[in-house]
């Protein structure tokens, strides 16, 4: 069984910086795609960040600039950096990584973290 922990939200006030980490431990052979994910009360869950296994990244047009995902391949780890931290930014973020293993290839999901911009 493959498990996906997340870490590093809080509270934070407009304009301040935020680091994510999401860490897979489990049966892994290898990880393709690792993205994050966000959902605000009453809103759909929407793609923040995501990125594949050989480094290319692609970003929600409302976080670019502003968010840096990244990730180790040999920790099996997914870092979001996110600066200039707006309110519109406060939501539940949630980790997801396509996993390769024994029973093949199997989406997993973070159980959330909770991030939240105000003054």
């Known amino acids: 069984q493959v498990q996906l922990v997340e870490s590093g939200g809080g509270l934070v006030q407009p304009g301040g910086s935020l680091r994510l980490s999401c860490a897979a431990s489990?049966?892994?052979?290898?990880?393709?795609?690792m993205r994050w994910y966000r959902q605000a009360p009453g809103k759909q869950r929407e793609l923040v960040a995501a990125?594949?296994?050989?480094?290319?990244?692609n970003y929600a047009d409302s976080v670019k600039g502003r968010f840096t995902i990244s990730r180790d391949n040999a920790k099996n780890t997914v870092t979001l950096q996110m600066n200039s931290l707006k309110p519109e930014d406060t939501s539940v973020y949630y980790c997801?990584?396509?996993?390769?293993?024994?029973?093949?290839?199997?989406?997993?999901w973070g159980q959330g973290t909770l991030v939240t911009v105000s003054s």
């Open positions: 997801f990584a396509d996993v390769w293993n024994d029973r093949g290839y199997v989406g997993v």
């Open positions: 990125i594949g296994r050989g480094g290319n990244t």
């Open positions: 489990g049966t892994i052979f290898s990880i393709n795609a």
